[in-house]
């Protein structure tokens, strides 16, 4: 844990993001109490630079971890997003899964409609799978699946 905090790549898990949110939080505070006792301006902007390399340093590694760009991090809210989100199992572009868990079949995670696999979705049930939820089948009340709302 707490690896290279200010770079940039990697990934790491929901519990150092949050660790690291709250140590920016406590060190905020105490920038704030030190600047308004020497009243510069000077200083506190100084003493916010590393801070906030921290704290975005911290997020763009957060959303590698689920697999986006750290850019993400700009939209509004997406911390909240990061938080609560489950990283990528495996490896992804940005690299291994700072967990551990690798991806025992990758092929869970691609959806693919040859008929001559069949569904290979990462979802195995309800109308999302063909072949429990026939398409175009006609039903008791005269309609197609899928014609109700055409």
């Not at 290279?4 to 140590?23: A, D, L, Q, Y």
């Not at 957060?62 to 750290?70: A, E, F, W, Y």
């Not at 991806?103 to 696999?117: A, E, G």
């Not at 569904?119 to 063909?130: F, K, L, M, R, V």
Request: proline share 5%; with cysteine.
């Amino acid at each position: 844990m707490f690896k290279n905090p200010f770079s940039f790549e990697g990934r790491i898990r929901r519990t150092e993001f949050g660790i690291s949110f709250i140590i920016a939080l406590i060190a905020a505070v105490i920038i704030k109490e030190i600047g308004f006792s020497s009243e510069s301006a000077a200083i506190i902007f100084i003493a916010y630079i590393p801070l906030y390399w921290f704290l975005w340093a911290q997020g763009a590694k957060r959303c590698h971890d689920v697999g986006n760009s750290g850019w993400w991090q700009l939209i509004p809210f997406y911390y909240f997003w990061l938080v609560f989100q489950d990283g990528l199992h495996g490896t992804n572009q940005y690299g291994e899964n700072p967990k551990g868990i690798q991806n025992s079949n990758p092929q869970n995670f691609t959806q693919t409609t040859n008929p001559q696999i069949g569904y290979q979705g990462g979802y195995s049930g309800g109308h999302n799978d063909p072949n429990t939820y026939p398409v175009n089948q006609q039903n008791e009340d005269g309609y197609k699946d899928g014609e109700l709302y055409k």
